[in-house]
């Protein structure tokens, strides 16, 4: 009962002094694979509900420091895995929750004729004149996504978007926050080009997402593929069966 004293204590909700108080125990104690403790066993050594113990767990899991396996437990993650989870979230917020430093290298910035494809994406019409970035994105200078995304003309006034810079924050701060993203996911294999910018062998596997970003209003304002390194990135969700 020491260590539910000590999470009250803390001054922090709960459900944060004890995600804090299992980060240590995997920096100290566990290896990359270690199972965690069972739900019920950390409601009785920490002497908290079971929400807690799952708001907690939650917390790891969007840091990146454990993931779940359905129907057998939570386990320690591998550091240099990223696992990103069902939330809607950008590569630098991605980076910043697990302590790396996001940037950006730019590799194309500009207007460009709009795609067949684009166009109804977006609701365009076909070749008009499309906002383009595509940019090669780091952790800690280490080659982790390649990224194409396709925006509404005028988002950002007369200027270009900061290549530099989160793509989600500037568009916040232009009043078109994203707030819902349609994803599709798939498998793929790095061309000599692809290869050469993520500094992986030609051919090696890698992670499609293709997502377009809504606003409040339900406007589709961007459209974009990403390239995760597949030795990198992982995405999990949780499923459920439903009714028979």
Not at 17 to 44: C, H, K, M, W, Y
Not at 204 to 231: H, K, P, S
């Amino acid at each position: 009962m020491e260590q539910s004293r000590e999470l009250v204590r803390t001054g922090s909700p709960k459900y944060v002094a004890l995600a804090n108080a299992l980060a240590e125990q995997i920096r100290t104690s566990l290896a990359v694979g270690d199972p965690l403790p069972t739900e019920r066993e950390l409601q009785a050594g920490f002497g908290v509900s079971r929400d807690t113990v799952r708001r907690a767990i939650a917390r790891l899991a969007s840091a990146g420091l454990v993931y779940n396996v359905q129907g057998s437990g939570t386990y320690v993650a591998d550091p240099a895995q990223i696992r990103k989870g069902p939330r809607l979230t950008g590569f630098s917020q991605d980076m910043a929750e697990r302590g790396l430093k996001a940037s950006s290298r730019t590799l194309d910035c500009g207007i460009e004729p709009c795609s067949a494809d684009t166009a109804r994406t977006l609701g365009l019409a076909e070749g008009s004149g499309v906002l383009l970035l595509r940019r090669l994105r780091l952790a800690d200078g280490t080659p982790m996504a390649l990224e194409t995304a396709r925006l509404l003309p005028g988002l950002f006034g007369e200027e270009l978007p900061d290549p530099e810079g989160s793509l989600d924050a500037q568009l916040a701060a232009h009043g078109q926050r994203i707030v819902r993203a349609s994803q599709a996911i798939s498998a793929t294999n790095l061309t000599p080009t692809q290869a050469h910018l993520l500094d992986q062998p030609v051919g090696a596997a890698a992670l499609r997402m293709e997502r377009v970003g809504f606003t409040e209003r339900g406007r589709a304002v961007e459209a974009t593929e990403t390239l995760y390194r597949g030795d990198r990135y992982g995405y999990e969700t949780t499923v459920e069966r439903g009714p028979a």
